[in-house]
């Protein structure tokens, strides 16, 4: 694929890797063969995050990039993460592509494959080591300029690794940043493929907080950070006023990073005349009136970080708009600021979330006392996900027919319709008057209804499991009409879904 596509000039490929089972031997095997065929292998000499590997597809200008991951699934998973020249993840007609040179290969066992001596011999392999972190980092560090903690409010953190590759890069990028205080779980450091001591290695999963919440409460912490095995998503938990620790969900801490940088920006006189927050659809809105108080518009994407880089990457190229990309997050804790790479960047973010409580705690204020004074200010913006197992050939036939269901029955509230249905594979929106809308998104298998109230519904296949994901959002004048309405929207989910179980 690289050599029919990219000029001889520009045949390398990067390639990373996690520390699951078999992701190094995996990422050299990619190495080998990719040498073996002309194609300049450039390697990750150990463990590293995914952003990294975005951005030494730019960095060295290659043609395409490989990172060996399975990200935050079971044990036994592992997969293969395509990247194109941009650093962005390969999007559908790409991938076709690829899949079809892939059914292209003969005989599997005589794909001819070098040694590594022989291809480090040949030039062919190069390796990546510590010049390539102070390289990133050096990156990283330009999020400092102007916000190091003053020693009086340097916050108390607390970070684990969740068994990950996160260990190699977050404590340095935080100590560069100015933060001190930082305790890293060091049970959960170990590079552990079986995920021993971690229940889940999931930072969504408030069951992923077990041993950080312990060694929080032993410090004192201001912050719980955790990041996912290949560091490109980070889960947030802060300490109360009474002394407990609050769960944030990723909509949430994705509206208050944008009000802690964009304020920051605003300040430094460096926000742009048309800046552009980008997420997904099945993002709360809560970031998006965050946004606007800034003056930023928003872009909404289909779910999947690649959108988000494949915006940037259109929109860098220059068009007619001439808008900047100020800020890029998904529902689901991935986070970017600087576009140096084109995916979700949990370093980034991680830097980002301790400035953002460096702040609070300079004026007094507790992570969940700052979440309540926006929720005052913009509304009481509620999120909640739900997932619905559908394992088998059989299980795949229902999801099936439910998503088609749906798309003839909208999910009505009681007797409370949608006030617009937006159908994503068929590129339309259709008001309850019946008007038909046209929606400017690539066709995916995605629902969204929504309400008079402002609440809605979004149903979608997940990508990668054998699950059907439903998320709710509602925004209320209080906290506790908020949690009713979401309530609301579940028992209606729920009890439309029961006869496919």
């Known amino acids: 694929y690289v050599r029919e596509h990219a000029a001889k000039e520009n045949w390398r490929i990067a390639i990373g890797y996690d520390g699951r089972y078999n992701s190094a031997r995996f990422a050299e095997e990619v190495a ?36 060996i991951t399975a990200s935050h699934n079971p044990p036994a998973y592992n997969g293969y993460k395509v990247y194109d020249a941009t650093g962005c993840q390969v999007l559908s007609e790409a991938a076709a592509e690829i899949e079809a040179a ?58 684990t690794p969740l068994h990950g590759v996160g260990g190699s890069m977050v404590p340095s990028a ?30 969504e999963d408030r069951s992923a907080y077990r041993g950080a919440l312990k060694r929080a409460q032993e410090v004192g912490a201001d912050l719980i950070m955790a990041t996912d095995p290949d560091t490109d998503r980070v889960g947030v938990m802060a300490r109360a006023s009474d002394g407990s620790y609050d769960f944030f969900s990723g909509n949430e801490i994705g509206g208050m990073l944008l009000d802690s940088y964009l304020s920051h920006v605003e300040k430094q006189g ?25 003056s930023c518009r928003t872009v909404r994407t289909l779910t999947g970080f690649k959108y988000i880089g494949a915006w940037i990457n259109e929109h860098e190229r220059g068009g007619a708009q001439k808008e900047t990309f100020v800020f890029g997050y998904e529902e689901s804790v991935g986070y970017l600021a600087l576009p140096f790479v084109r995916d979700k960047d949990a370093v980034q973010a991680s830097v980002l979330i301790a400035q953002m409580m460096a702040d609070a705690k300079r004026v007094g204020e507790t992570l969940p006392e700052r979440r309540a004074r926006l929720f ?63 929606v400017e998104l690539p066709k995916a298998d995605v629902l969204k209804f929504s309400y008079q109230d402002g609440a809605w519904v979004a149903v979608r296949p997940s990508g990668t ?26 028992k209606a989910v729920r009890e439309r879904l029961k006869a496919y179980f």
Not at 144 to 149: D, E, I, L, S, W
Not at 184 to 203: R, Y
Not at 392 to 402: H, P
Request: charged share 25%.
């Open 376 to 438: 005052a200010l913009y509304g009481f913006y509620r999120d909640r996900l739900l997932g619905f197992q559908f394992d088998g050939m059989s299980g795949a036939q229902r999801m099936q027919t439910l998503m088609s269901e749906l798309r003839e029955h909208p999910l009505a509230i009681g007797e409370e319709v949608p006030d617009a249905t937006e159908d994503t594979l068929r590129g339309t929106r259709t008001r309850a008057s019946g008007a038909v809308e046209t």
């Open 465 to 490: 499991e054998p699950k059907l994901k439903v998320y709710l959002g509602v925004c209320k004048s209080s906290e506790e009409t908020a949690t009713a309405r979401l309530d609301e929207l579940e």
């Open 102 to 159: 892939i059914r292209a290969v003969g005989e599997l066992l005589a794909v001819p494959v070098l040694t590594r001596a022989a291809a480090l011999e040949a030039g062919r392999l190069i390796l990546l080591g510590e010049e390539m972190d102070e390289r990133y980092l050096r990156e990283v560090h330009a999020l400092a300029k102007g916000r190091r903690p003053h020693p009086e409010h340097d916050p108390v953190i607390v970070y």
């Open 270 to 294: 460096a926000l742009p005349a048309r800046g552009v927050v980008v997420c997904t659809h099945v993002t709360s809105d809560f970031g998006e009136a965050i946004a606007r108080a800034y």
């Open 32 to 67: 080998c063969v990719a040498a073996a065929e002309g194609v300049t292998a450039i390697l990750y000499e150990a463990p590293r995050p995914t952003p990294m590997l975005s951005y030494a597809v730019r960095a060295h200008a290659c043609a395409a990039g490989v990172m």
């Open 174 to 203: 935080l100590l560069q940043a100015g933060f001190a205080a930082v305790h890293v779980v060091e049970q959960e450091a170990v590079l552990d493929p079986a995920f021993t001591h971690v229940d889940s290695p999931n930072p």
